[in-house]
């Protein structure tokens, strides 16, 4: 079963524009990771968040956190052709470094 | 690039069959993750193995099991497959097993089809 739920489902925007896409989890976490998928492909890590962070920046990225409605968003600024792929939020719990992901939200940047 | 590997890259069995998928971890990495992801779907949990024993299983029935070897490459064994078993499958190699900020390096998977 899926610990986290993303939406949307799938976002469709204009090179430059920002894309924000959401997370929802129902379980007590130790900290929440976004991952890209390109293309039904491998998956690649790109941040990770604690649950006692409320905000972390990579690069054009910046993840948030909310424990207390056990939700999570990410947000890609200026947004480029290349960023087109399927994001995965991850949590993991008590049980170390098992991951559960949510259903994804599907990016496509048109040039 | 994240240094694991995965073999083949993709396979056609049909129902009934048994298949056994392979993973490389990357370097230096003692624990091994492996998740099924089928099509539109995020990945789920299979099992986790840590210097060649199994540390956590996912809800999957156990005609899939697995191996970790010494060198901590890994296998992905499903018997007796079944068409829901199409999917992607993908492995994750990691430096420690309990670290919950340990980031898991994913390989490409394998894409399983059966017929």
């Known amino acids: 079963s899926q610990q986290g739920e993303e939406d949307p489902q799938a976002l469709s925007i204009q090179e430059g524009e920002n894309a924000t896409m959401n997370c929802s989890y129902k379980?007590?976490?130790?900290?929440l990771q976004w991952y890209r998928q390109n293309s039904g492909r491998g998956l690649v890590h790109l941040i990770l968040i604690r649950s006692n962070e409320r905000e972390k920046h990579s690069g054009r990225l910046r993840v948030t956190l909310d424990t207390s409605k056990k939700s999570s968003s990410l947000l890609i600024t200026a947004s480029r052709a290349a960023d087109t792929a399927s994001y995965f939020c991850?949590?993991?719990?008590?049980?170390?470094?098992?991951?559960?992901f949510g259903g994804g939200t599907r990016v496509l940047v048109k040039p | 690039e994240t240094g694991v590997t995965q073999s083949p890259t993709h396979l056609i069995k049909t129902r009934g069959q048994q298949v056994t998928l392979r993973c490389s971890s990357q370097?230096?990495?003692?624990?091994v993750s492996w998740y099924q992801q089928a099509l539109g779907q995020g990945p789920q949990f299979i099992f986790q193995y840590y210097r060649e024993e199994e540390n956590g299983r996912g809800n999957f029935p156990p005609r899939f099991s697995g191996l970790q070897f010494p060198n901590y490459s890994s296998e992905l064994n499903v018997n007796a497959l079944e068409l829901d078993d199409s999917a992607l499958y993908l492995c994750a190699s990691s430096l420690d097993r309990a670290s919950s900020t340990d980031t898991q390096y994913f390989g490409p998977g394998t894409r399983l089809t059966v017929l």
């Open positions: 370097s230096g990495h003692n624990t």
């Open positions: 991850a949590t993991d719990g008590a049980a170390g470094n098992k991951l559960t």
């Open positions: 379980t007590s976490i130790n900290n």
